[in-house]
Every structure is written in structure tokens, then in C-alpha cells.
């Protein structure tokens, strides 16, 4: 079950991640994760009044407390990696962002006492070397120019870490709840956080421009909580530290399309460092 949920995972936020990298280069990441969030909340909604008399109760202060630092989290990550892909090649942010499983499986082998197994060990090594040689011009670092990050690369690094402390987060929470109410809470949450932010910079809820992307942006809002909602299933009844490394391989996903659709066009080291985080996220799922 962890594993199957982790592969839907994968193929839902590979397929969101990349039409949400051709939206926020119309829209802004603002306002791209702001509609794709209110979609994907009334998708989750129409669930919700069907099974409300089903689902549990709670009103700890514990509870809220944490879905709400996921969901301040998640806002961070999502609106850094949305600029990174405005701003650099989805086939160089999207690896990186995959990443957020080597922080969310650590987390779980430390805190839920998960043994850490070699292969755990040489994956950690692999996905942060891989990051490194992705993310860096080398030929700068040899002409005594300095180490320079690419281009969305930063961006890419603080989606890592919103990303990875938010889902590791969503997993006790899951267990407790069940695979449904955490994701839809935490995502209600932040359009709470999203529309206080619009509304207090006075900024509009739908730019004037020729062609508004209605269609994509249901779209990404579809795939992104069906994403959530398999992500929460699996941790629910299997390892954290299982489920995260394959659902983050959503890169081979987004790569894919990236070069079949966008053209992008990846150099050797670029292929390497990928391979190298691949490789990695695979082998510490193990």
C-alpha cells in the first residue's frame, strides 16, 4: 500500500509541478498557488460534505497547532519553488525540489526510531552529491570565480526544507486523522494565509491579460491534492520513510515532460547530478 500510494504520488505532482511551471510564468507563483489551492479545496470539499458524519472529531490545540505550521510551511516551499521555476529550467529546479524526501526520511528514522540502513546512508550521500553537482557552475568555481548557484537553485533549496518539515509533520497527524482531514485542513489554512496576503497588498485575485488559465490551473489544483491525499493514505499505513522517497521521484515525471513539451535541453553534468538524486531516491526506498 505504501509503495503503490507513493507511485500515484509521484505521477500526480510530477504532472502538477509542470503545468504549475508553465502557469506561474503567466500569473506570478502567488497567484498560481493561490487558484490551484482553491480548486483543489473544492475538489476536497464536495468530499467532505458527502462524509462529514464519517470522518473524525478533534479539537486539540495540538493538532491545530501543527496543521497550521504545515500549512505555513507548505506556503513557503510551494511560492519558492514556483519562483524557481519562473525563474530557472524545470529540469533543474524540479530535481532539487524532489529532494524534500531526504529531510521528511530523516526525520522519521530519528523522531519514530526507523533504523537507518546502509543503503539509507549511501542514498543520502548520492542525493546531496547529485544536488551539488546540479546546482553548481564548476567551470566558475575552476576560473577562481567563486561558487555561484544557478539560476532558481535557492529557490529550489527552500522548497527542500518547507517541503520536507511540512510532510514529515503530515505524517503523525495522518495516522491520527486518517489520509483525508489533515490534507484538507492544512490546504484551507492556506488559503486562509493566501488571501490575507492578497487582499492586504491590494493585489488582484485575476490579472488583466488576454487568457486567463482557467483550465491548467483546475487542473493543477486536481493533481496537487490527489497527490496529497495518496501521500497521506500511504503514511497512514506505512513508513514515512518509505512513501517520501517515491512519491519525491515526481522529477522523473516533470523532467520528462520538461524536455518532451519545453524543449529544454540538459547537459552532461546536469544528466549526471540527476541521475545521482534519482538514483538516491530510489535507493533510500529500499
Known sequence: MGIFNGLLTMLFWGVAIFLAAIVSRKIGNILTLFWMQLFGFVVGLIYFLFNIHSLPVFSTFHLISILSAIAILQVVA????YKGLEKGQVSLVSPIGASWSLITAILSIIVFKETLKINQLLAIFTIICGIIIISINFKDVLKNKGVKLLTGVKEGIISVIGWGVSLFLLIPVSKELGWFLPAF?????????????????????????????WLLLLLIGLFDICAFFAYS????????SIVAPISSANTLVTIALGILILKEKIDLRRII????????LVLISL
Request: glycine share 10%; aromatic share 16%.
Open 78 to 81: 510551494y511560492l519558492a519553488f
Open 185 to 213: 485542513l492544512f490546504r484551507m489554512l492556506m488559503l486562509v494565509l493566501l488571501s490575507t496576503y492578497l487582499i492586504s497588498t491590494k493585489k488582484p485575485f485575476i490579472p488583466k491579460i488576454s487568457k486567463f488559465p
Open 233 to 240: 493514505l500511504g503514511v497512514s499505513k506505512a513508513y514515512g
Open 273 to 280: 547530478g540527476i541521475g545521482a538524486i534519482v538514483f538516491g
